[in-house]
C-alpha cells in the first residue's frame, strides 16, 4: 500500500512501529510532517528521490549528520557503510523491477539508521524493498530500526540467491551450446552474463569488507545491536559471495573454451591457406616466367603449352612431396 501524501513530499511509504506491538501501523496520507518527530515508538519513512522536493524534506526531519543527508539524497553507485555519531548510513546494492517484472539491473538503495528512525530513498523501483515492505505487512517483528536494517540486507542476499539460480540456469544452456554441434556459432550472449557477475561479485566483496570494518566499531558509537546485525549478515553474504565466485569462475573458464574453439578454427582456416599458397606458389612461378613477353622463351613453337602444363603438374607434385617429407602433411 504506497502513500502519496501532498504534507509529505517524495513519501513512496512510511510506518510506525510501537513498543509491544506485533504489527506496524501506516501513516495517514494526511498527517502533517511535524508527526515524523513526535509519537511513541519508531518510524520508517521510504522517499523518492525522483521528488525534488525529497533533499528539503530529509533536512528538516533526520537530524542527521550532513554527510548522512548527502548520501540519502545522493545519486551515487557505490556501495558504502558509514558509522557516525551514533548513526549508520550507506548504499547497497539492489536489483530495479518494472510493474510487471523483475529485472537483473543493478540499482541502489540509500539509508540512514538511527534510533529512533530509518529513512530509505531510491531513484526506482527495487527487489528487495518491496519484499521488506511486505514481510512487514505481515507483522514482521521489528522491535528496533536496525532490525528492519538486517531484514533489508538480508532479503537482499535472497534476491541474490535467486538471481545465481537464475544465472546458473542461463550458463548451463550457454555450456551445452558451447559444447555442443554448433559450437560458439550460435552467439551465447556470455559477455553479458559475465558483466553481472562481476559487477556482483565486486559489490558484495565491498558490501562485506565494508559491514565488518562497521562492525568493528566501538558499541557506544553506533545504534544498539548494529554489531551483532553487522557480524549476522557478514556471514549470510559470505555464503553468496562464495555462490557468486563459483559461477564467474565458471563464466571465466567457459569464455576460455569459446576462445580456445575460435582460435582452433582461425588456426584452421589458416593452415588450410597455408596448405594452398604452398600448392599454387611454385604453379604462380611458372606462369609468370612463359608470361614473360621477352624473346627465344623455350616451347614458343609447337607444343609448349603442353609441356608448360606438365612443368606445372610436376611442380605441384613436388611441392607435395616436399610437405609431406617435413611433415606438414
Partial sequence: MNLISPEIPGLVWAYRFLPGESRCVPLATDSPVDSLQTGDGWIWLHLALSDARTPALI????????????????HDTQAAITVAEDVVYGTLVDFERTFDTMTKTIGWLHFAVSDRMIITTRLHPLRSIDRVKAAVEKSAKCGRPIDLFEMLVVEFQRTLITLVLELTE???????????????????????????VVRLHRHLRTILALLRRAGASDEDEVPPGFI????????????????????????????????????????????????????LLPPTLVTGFFGMNTGALPFADGSGTFFAGLIIAASMGLAWLILKRVGIL
Wanted: net charge negative; aromatic share 4%.
Fill in 59 to 74: 533536512e528538516r526531519i533526520g537530524n542527521l549528520p550532513p554527510a548522512a543527508i548527502a548520501t540519502l539524497t545522493s
Fill in 170 to 196: 542461463e550458463l548451463n544452456v550457454i555450456e551445452d551450446r558451447v559444447y555442443g554441434e554448433a559450437g560458439h556459432r550460435q552467439q551465447p550472449g556470455l559477455a553479458p552474463l559475465r558483466r553481472t
Fill in 228 to 279: 551483532d546485525a553487522a557480524e549476522r549478515l557478514s556471514d549470510r553474504l559470505e555464503t553468496v559471495d562464495r555462490d557468486v565466485f563459483a559461477l564467474q569462475e565458471r563464466a571465466r573458464l567457459l569464455h576460455e573454451e569459446i576462445d580456445s574453439k575460435i582460435s582452433s578454427e582461425t588456426n584452421r582456416h589458416l593452415y588450410i591457406l597455408s596448405l594452398m599458397t604452398a600448392f
